[in-house]
């Protein structure tokens, strides 16, 4: 079907050499920076006292 009919076009699978989502890739590092500098924070603010 094409667009004059009204329906969506329709395209086959689009096979990039990219197998990761970026965006989740992005959250987790995120979070695993999070992690460490709160990690690091707590270890150096326990051998203050």
Same mark, same amino acid.
């Not at 094409?2 to 987790?28: A, H, K, Q």
């Not at 920076?33 to 603010?45: N, T």
């Given at each position: ?5 009204? #329906? ?9 050499? +990219?197998? /990761? ?7 987790? #590092? ?9 990690? +690091?924070? /707590? ?7």
């Amino acid at each position: 079907y094409s667009r004059l009919e009204g #329906f969506p076009s329709m395209f086959g699978d689009n096979r990039t050499s +990219v197998n /990761v989502d970026l965006v989740e890739v992005g959250i987790i #590092f995120v979070f695993a920076v999070l992690a460490i500098v709160s990690f +690091v924070i /707590v270890l150096g603010y326990g051998k203050k006292k």
